[in-house]
């Protein structure tokens, strides 16, 4: 069926960042496409557009739609398919057009995630329209006959412990000659970096409360007529004459009280000219410096007085920081506290924000008395909320950003990554983003509990997805501890079964499997250059005295491919081999075989269970 075009198609669109929602038009033009490209979409895309009107779809998901199509609309198999109607399409069809789709993203995009998310629109698409009109029955499950290449790859998210510090080593280079040694090691560095960042986030929290007290006791500060007179004076000579001189302490703090008395209505304005000669005194910045403790939320003195509902975005920061790293909740689940959460009004308290992405809640966190930083952290923002209503503000964010607050709207701070790298800065922190300190806090609790006890705080419906978070560098770690570990158990072994009267009795170790196996990063240039033949290291000292320097422990997706594949062909092979040759086999293939069935076992067993089922059944 070849359905008429409509020249443009409007879908509207919505994207919100940090509680901020932003909208835009995704429009679809069909002068842009080859002619009958989109006989049986366009009706798709009008459906699109309508149910936009009433609830907007994601931004970025309809950018990649408009992408795709352009990309697949230039393929001979995607017009096999348009011009053919939707009713008659065959499960050949389909799978021979993302065959060629998905072969032409990998030459032109290349295999990251943006052709994974491209390769999800259309598939997508084609397989909602033809499960629903094919009369091919087998085009009800096409994704059981075809298997996607273009597929976003976990890699895992970075921790605060990946990014260099001078006065900690990288986690991914911390030495090991155990993996009881190695998981004490990842544990105080993963400790140290939080710790790091509480300390600073408890500091500045600190210092604004002692601002706030020194600027409520010049509000309380009782001003004699005659200092008054006096200050009034001095404040009328600046503004006509100008002074060079630097005021003395007390006159500085009698001038502040007076600045806050006619703000509050409670005194007389000083009488300056529009345009004073000189507005301030000299040393004035010093002073306010040190009675703000060095929280700057400005640069004249208008602003440095409204600290109380205005504080610097360092002090915001350190709130959701010390909350993030007590929940482990995502940012913007902190960003989302409402204000009747930060009551402490019995123990313990039940923390719970929601998830905007999904709009769940998240998981329970209880607040004990003894949790002192998170108690601090609530007091400070249940302050300053209320004296943003007291204000006069309706609704305010209870992270209502200080220009926001200044003009009576309460709107939240944008633009939390900037403050956050300042903040790294200006204390001495590894410079990270705000969802790296949750993974810290998961890889923590990975680390010192278990994957269950991370999974449980993070929220996730399965240890799968826990491990996506922590797996890049703390799980292949402490697997490749494992793997090293057992090289020198396998080893000790091995002389212990060759002649059991010469090991001593520290090395009669059992040979079980803890780990996968390793690689060479220098086959070319071993430590020793005798070990050399033809032009590569004969690889005989590789699991002797320690282990070479130039081991590679690895555990990655192509290694588990490869034991399970090895495995395959010994049991395809092994008999045979045995009966051809049966030194041969004892010498060269008996190790391997052996070796490689302790890892499969092991591999079964572990956290990449499912990625060796899944090269296990193909």
Not at 159 to 181: M, N, T
Not at 565 to 575: E, F, M, P, S
Request: net charge positive.
């Amino acid at each position: 069926m070849i359905v008429r075009l409509l020249p443009q198609i409007a879908v509207h669109t919505q994207m919100k960042v940090h509680q901020r929602t932003y909208k835009r038009t995704e429009v679809f033009d069909s002068r842009l496409f080859p002619a009958r490209s989109l006989a049986w979409v366009w009706p798709q895309l009008h459906e699109l557009g309508r149910r936009s009107r009433l609830s907007p779809e994601q931004d970025q998901e309809m950018r990649y739609l408009q992408r795709g199509l352009r990309i697949a609309s230039k393929l001979k198999t995607w017009m096999d398919i348009a011009t053919t109607r939707p009713e008659d399409v065959v499960l050949e069809q389909v799978l021979a057009l993302f065959n060629e789709y998905e072969d032409n993203l990998v030459t032109t995009v290349g295999d990251n995630n943006s052709s994974a998310r491209l390769s999800g629109s259309i598939r997508n698409l084609v397989e909602r329209v033809v499960k629903k009109h094919s009369k091919d029955a087998r085009t009800s499950n096409i994704r059981q006959h075809y298997r996607v290449r273009c597929v976003i790859r976990s890699r895992g998210r970075a921790l605060l412990s990946d990014v260099p510090h001078p006065a900690r080593p990288l986690i991914k280079a911390l030495p090991h000659e155990s993996l009881s040694q190695l998981t004490k090691e990842t544990t105080a560095v993963l400790s140290w970096d939080l710790e790091q960042f509480n300390r600073a986030a408890v500091a500045v929290l600190r210092r604004y409360e002692l601002a706030l007290e020194n600027v409520q006791l010049l509000r309380n500060l009782r001003i004699a007529p005659a200092d008054g007179e006096s200050i009034r004076n001095k404040v009328l000579r600046l503004a006509y004459v100008g002074d060079e001189q630097n005021w003395s302490a007390e006159e500085l703090q009698t001038y502040v009280a007076l600045e806050l008395e006619i703000r509050e209505g409670k005194a007389q304005e000083f009488g300056r000219p529009e345009y004073p000669k000189q507005r301030y005194p000299h040393n004035l910045n010093d002073y306010m410096k040190g009675l703000l403790c060095g929280l700057s939320n400005g640069t004249t003195l208008p602003f440095w007085l409204d600290i109380e509902i205005a504080p610097p975005v360092e002090v915001l920061l350190s709130c959701a920081l010390i909350i993030q790293m007590k929940t482990a909740w995502n940012f913007i689940s902190v960003l989302e506290l409402e204000p009747h959460m930060l009551v402490a009004d019995k123990f313990p308290l039940q923390l719970q924000s929601t998830k905007p992405k999904t709009k769940d809640k998240t998981p329970i966190v209880l607040i004990e008395r003894s949790d002192e930083e998170v108690l601090l952290a609530l007091k400070v923002l249940r302050e300053r909320y209320q004296r943003l209503i007291l204000s006069g503000i309706q609704g305010p964010s209870v992270f209502a950003s200080s220009r926001s607050a200044r003009s009576g709207k309460g709107d939240a701070v944008s633009g939390w990554d900037s403050s956050l790298k300042k903040f790294c800065r200006t204390y001495s922190l590894p410079t990270c983003s705000a969802e790296m300190v949750r993974n810290q806090v998961l890889a923590y609790r990975a680390t010192t509990r278990s994957i269950l006890s991370a999974r449980s705080t993070a929220g996730h419906l399965s240890e799968n997805t826990t491990l996506g978070y922590i797996n890049k560098i703390l799980v292949q770690r402490l697997n490749s501890a494992n793997s090293f570990e057992f090289d020198k158990r396998f080893d000790a072994t091995v002389h212990y079964m060759i002649d059991p009267k010469r090991v001593a009795k520290d090395q009669k170790i059992l040979a079980y499997p803890i780990g996968d196996g390793a690689s060479c990063k220098s086959p070319s240039q071993p430590p020793k250059q005798e070990w050399l033949v033809d032009g590569a290291c004969s690889g005989r000292e590789c699991h002797k005295n320690g282990g070479c320097p130039n081991r590679k422990i690895v555990i990655d997706l192509a290694r588990i491919e490869e034991v399970v594949r090895t495995k395959r062909y010994y049991d395809a092979n092994a008999i045979r081999l045995l009966n051809e040759n049966e030194a041969a086999f004892a010498a060269d293939h008996l190790p391997n075989l052996e070796f490689n069935y302790a890892l499969f076992g092991l591999l079964k067993r572990g956290p990449y269970r499912h990625l060796v089922k899944r090269f296990d059944n193909e």
